[in-house]
């Protein structure tokens, strides 16, 4: 009885002429589904509370002013994230970059037809400047356009001039169209050469050690050769671009970060980089604090998959030793073995001499000491340079090769499922199991 009272009441409502007063309330009620409101009421009082207007008229313009409060919201937040680019740009004295319209954007990419790559921050096309010059694009995907990872790049790499770091060309803001140049790299990235069976067989070790060094020095740059500290703390092949004549720029800065070069420990709300490549103190924070050395543990893990010519962890691997590489390269080193790169599965050595031979050992043996548990045991990015340009025979191993398996800090970056690498016997911590 009472449910159908109120349907009649709600029906013949329409028709009446309602005030605006109680809209947001009662519109809560509606979308709470409380019906229960009413149904508890006696006709009478339901009249009352009808006589006032439109229940539906209510609810509605509630719900108009719960979208105009959320798109106001919206909008502020993108137009607070172009102010803080806008901002940032004005304070940048000493750098400014071409500064390219949208519309020009589209030009020298043809309207977007050549893509070289995507990835979390967005898509990156090929392009050609008016004076011929070939550029890479990066569009900022919109999920990353609050700003932030385009400063991040522009306030790093915008203020870096070096031969091993990429070059910023120009950038692009339009509201939340962001885009930024830089120089075009022909040989791709590191890792389409070094994780291909085809494409590895056409680095020799001599260039490989070469690739090595490159990267180091644009480390070093980053670390002691600017007014401040830059950490990129994304260190790992697929950032490592190639030029015509390979030689590697490190590129990608979104999760870089600028401190003082006086500060010795840097503070971070929460952990970044790429699983795999982060080191442990990103995530024990017992261990020591992070500085510079997040980036040295990075590029040991680099110089791991350089030598491995794969993943340093792959579950699809014939012999189930070599899962986890330098698992693998750590336990021949602690019986007095020889590093034999022949037992390495999908790595075709061809004539292999024995300066290439050493310089597999150097690239090792610096990773042993780059991927040190403690960052205090950590050489700075410099000593690691020092270390692969001694001569091997003086080149000491670290008082603990590599991490036994109870201490590695957390699963390694792979494609594969959370399953699979749980089942990797040995690989994880008991408290990660």
């Known amino acids: 009885m ?19 007063g109680d809209a947001l309330y009662n519109f809560v009620h509606l979308i709470r589904g409380d019906i229960y409101y009413f149904y508890n009421k006696g006709p009478d009082d339901i009249f009352l509370e009808a006589t006032g207007g439109l229940i539906l008229a209510r609810a509605l313009l509630g719900l108009s002013i719960l979208i105009a409060i959320i798109v106001y919201k919206f909008h502020r937040r993108h137009l607070s994230a172009d102010d803080t680019i806008e901002k940032f740009l004005q304070k940048q004295n000493n750098f400014m970059p071409i500064k390219y319209s949208y519309s020009e954007i589209k ?30 694009v990066k569009l900022m995907s919109k999920s990353k356009a609050n700003g ?66 490159g990267v180091a020095r644009g480390i070093e740059y980053l670390h002691r050769g600017c007014e401040m500290h830059i950490l990129h ?46 080191a442990p103190e990103l995530f024990y924070k017992n261990i020591g604090g992070i500085s510079y050395k997040a980036d040295v543990y990075s590029f040991g893990m680099l110089l791991m998959e350089m030598v491995g010519r794969r993943k340093n962890l792959n579950a699809f691997v014939d012999q189930s030793s ?16 020889d590093i034999e790169l022949g037992d390495v599965e999908n790595v075709e050595l061809g004539d ?21 548990m403690k960052p205090a045991i950590h050489p700075s990015i410099r000593k690691v340079l020092e270390m692969l340009e001694s001569e091997f025979e003086v080149l000491e191993m670290p008082p603990k090769p590599c991490l036994v398996p109870s201490e590695l800090p957390i699963a390694f970056a792979s494609n594969k499922s959370p399953a699979v690498m749980l089942e990797l016997n040995g690989l994880l911590p008991m408290h990660c199991r």
């Open 107 to 136: 030009k020298m990419t043809r309207g977007f037809k050549d893509k070289l790559g995507e990835g979390g921050y967005g898509l990156v096309f090929k392009g050609k400047l008016q004076s011929g010059n070939l550029v890479a």
């Open 2 to 20: 009472k449910q159908t009272l109120f349907l009649n009441i709600f029906t013949k409502t329409l028709n009446r002429k309602y005030a605006v």
């Open 233 to 278: 703390f994304d260190i790992k092949p697929h950032n490592i671009l190639l030029d015509e004549n390979f030689n590697p720029k490190v590129s990608d800065f979104g999760l870089a970060k600028l401190y003082p070069i006086d500060d010795s420990i840097v503070s971070l709300t929460v952990a970044r980089g790429t699983l795999g490549y982060m």
């Open 322 to 337: 070599q899962i986890y590489f330098p698992k693998w390269i750590c336990e021949r080193f602690d019986q007095g073995e």
């Open 352 to 372: 292999v001499t024995d300066n290439e031979k050493n310089l597999v050992r150097k690239m090792v043996i610096a990773a042993f000491w780059c991927t040190q």
């Open 148 to 213: 932030q990872d385009f400063i991040n790049e522009v306030a790093t790499i915008g203020r870096v001039h070096h031969v091993n770091v990429l070059r910023l060309i120009g950038f692009c803001v339009e509201g939340s169209k962001q885009a930024l140049v830089y120089d075009f790299m022909p040989n791709g990235s590191l890792d389409k050469i070094i994780f291909s069976s085809e494409n590895s067989t056409a680095l020799t070790w001599q260039r490989t050690f070469e690739i090595a060094l």
